[in-house]
């Protein structure tokens, strides 16, 4: 079966940098595109771009292109999403969905918390 | 704000119908296809429907969905306790170059 499990929870000072791991099993990794999406507390969802593992293209959100960096190791099936310059703003659950190239499907890890506090 | 505008909230009573909708633009619903994900708090979002109407394996026959134009929207019946949730649409948008997300509706069973 399809999963991916995505690495624990973290807690950042403001200005520091998180990455975030995502690994991908059941399902042939480079067949599907990875998105990023994140949920800061009691907001709507957020796309925030995603990782074409078989070429390693990635498609940013504009909101997003000069912070995050998404990368992929397709000997471990990992899909990994870096943001740096860490703000307040960027406490959020970060997930990681396979999907086309056009929208997530049903396949979601279970989330990541990212925390930013001083 | 969102690209994509939903209703904050819907309600209902068990066994009754109910309408989400969806409202977006030419660049996105207009000329792209919906799906919907249903999102229980504290886990992840779960795709509901996609390509407009289809449901994937598991997602029984009370989840529809349909599309006009820029808009879309997805309907429930026979309501149930377990359908209180949380519900986005999202479509691919053009002009972005990327998929976007309506604010979501918090459906209450009453």
Same mark, same amino acid.
């Given at each position: ?20 791991? &995502? ?72 997930? &990681? ?22 | 704000?969102?690209?994509?505008? $939903? ?5 209902? *009573? ?31 979002? #779960? ?6 109407? $289809? ?11 349909? #599309? ?11 309501? $149930? ?23 979501? *509706? #918090?459906? *209450?069973?009453?």
């Amino acid at each position: 079966q399809v999963q991916l499990v995505q690495s624990g929870a973290e807690v950042k000072k403001p200005g520091a940098s998180v990455k975030v791991s &995502c690994k991908a099993s059941g399902y042939t990794f480079t067949h599907y595109y990875m998105h990023w999406v994140r949920q800061a507390p009691g907001q709507g969802l957020e796309w925030m771009g995603w990782i074409n593992p078989s070429s390693g293209g990635t498609n940013y959100a504009q909101k997003f292109q000069d912070r995050v960096t998404m990368t992929r190791d397709t000997s471990i099936t990992t899909a990994y999403m870096e943001v740096s310059r860490l703000t307040s703003d960027d406490t959020a659950v970060y997930y &990681c969905a396979r999907g086309t190239i056009g929208l997530p499907d049903n396949h979601w890890g279970q989330g990541t918390l990212v925390t930013v506090s001083s | 704000q969102s690209v994509l505008t $939903q209703p904050p909230s819907a309600s209902g *009573t068990p066994g009754q119908r109910v309408t989400i909708s969806c409202s977006g633009s030419n660049s996105n619903i207009g000329s792209e296809t919906v799906n919907w994900y249903k999102n229980l708090p504290g886990t992840a979002p #779960k795709l509901l429907l996609y390509n407009n109407d $289809q449901r994937p394996s598991g997602v029984p026959d009370r989840f529809s969905g349909s #599309k006009s134009g820029t808009s879309a929207s997805l309907a429930i019946s026979g309501l $149930q306790s377990e359908d209180e949730a949380d519900y986005y649409c999202a479509a691919w948008d053009a002009s972005l170059n990327g998929p976007v997300f309506g604010g979501g *509706t #918090k459906l *209450t069973v009453l």
